[in-house]
């Protein structure tokens, strides 16, 4: 069963930086699947925010292009988001995600706040 944990959240002030990671373990396939990035703010909806594939591919939300980055290790078996130009309506919990074979799985989630 695949275990995912994150890291990296905090507080930030408008236009600073953060950079979350998200450490996979529990599946032979890790290298080979799409790892996500989502996020949540109170009273809305989870949104896809970026995802990178096995084989280094890229999307991202539009609100975040030229912003964020998402890049994974897979040696280390881990996905990063470096976030840049934080703004407000950035502030939500930061989930990253797998699919596995038909499953979803789901990291903790890390808070992001952006304030000043």
């Known amino acids: 069963q695949v275990q995912l944990v994150e890291s990296g959240g905090g507080l930030v002030q408008p236009g600073g930086s953060l950079r979350l990671s998200c450490a996979a373990s529990g599946s032979t396939l890790l290298r080979f699947l799409t790892m996500a990035w989502y996020r949540q703010a109170p009273g809305k909806q989870r949104e896809l925010v970026a995802d990178i594939t096995g084989g280094g591919s890229t999307y991202y939300k539009d609100s975040v292009k030229g912003r964020f980055t998402v890049s994974r290790d897979n040696a280390k078996a881990t996905e990063y988001l470096q976030m840049n130009s934080l703004k407000a309506e950035d502030t939500a919990v930061y989930y990253c995600?797998?699919?596995?074979?038909?499953?979803?799985?789901w990291g903790q989630g890390t808070q992001v706040t952006v304030s000043s």
């Open positions: 995600s797998i699919n596995d074979r038909g499953s979803d799985y």
